[in-house]
């Protein structure tokens, strides 16, 4: 398929009620046709991985466009400049969310660019940094906890930053390093009640929802089983 075509089935599936149901949960829709994202992932199994058409996607500016780059674009060929050009576009918390998570956290850079990306101002950048964190709690099975473990001064560091895509996608960070394995939860945990005594209110809602999570019967049940215990 060419990028002319997939825009011209974009609008096919363009759905204004869903691009108003976008705004409402903070969105920008300016350039998006409301597309749903399982429509979207539809779309990239049918293109395959395509890195130079994901280049041509994202050029177009369009939100669906854009998100679709993320799906089809190839890590191994995800440049540094490239993640850097890129990082500056976003403008939206799920074109953040669903580039990192589905391209950048594959990316030999991806732990340098969390630390790095985790200590700039720009809100979506800064953001950028934190999911990198989180994806890489998911996805990367083979780090070891020594990798994660320095990531929670940079974690601390962020928690009097009120913005809200900003304090969440610190928490979600904080979560994520928490749920990876027991150790690793019970550091987790020891950080957030730390973080809980900070004076500002973005580092208390962190800590106060990150220990809710990460000491709940559910988080607990599953790290002990898959540790064996």
Known sequence: MQCDDILKQLEKLADPERKKGMMRVGIVSDNAYGVAIPQLREMAKEIGKNHDLAL???ETGKHEARLLAAFIGEPARVTEKLMEQWVLDFDSWDICDQVVSNLFDRTPWAYSKAMDWSEREEEFVKRAGFVLM??????????????????????????????????????????????????LNE?????????????????QWIAKDAIKELSSDAVQERLRKKAGH
Do not use: C
């Not at 709690?137 to 990531?151: Q, S």
């Not at 950080?191 to 209110?201: L, Q, T, V």
């Open 56 to 58: 041509e996607l994202w």
């Open 187 to 203: 550091m987790a945990l020891a950080n957030a009640y730390a973080i809980a005594e900070f004076p500002f209110k973005s580092a």
């Open 134 to 183: 989180a994806s890489l709690a998911v996805h990367d099975k083979k780090a070891p906890d020594a990798v994660f473990i320095g990531l929670f001064k940079f974690i601390a560091q962020a928690t009097d930053d009120d913005r809200n895509f900003v304090k969440k996608a610190v928490n979600w960070a904080l979560r994520g390093i928490g749920k990876r394995n027991l150790a």
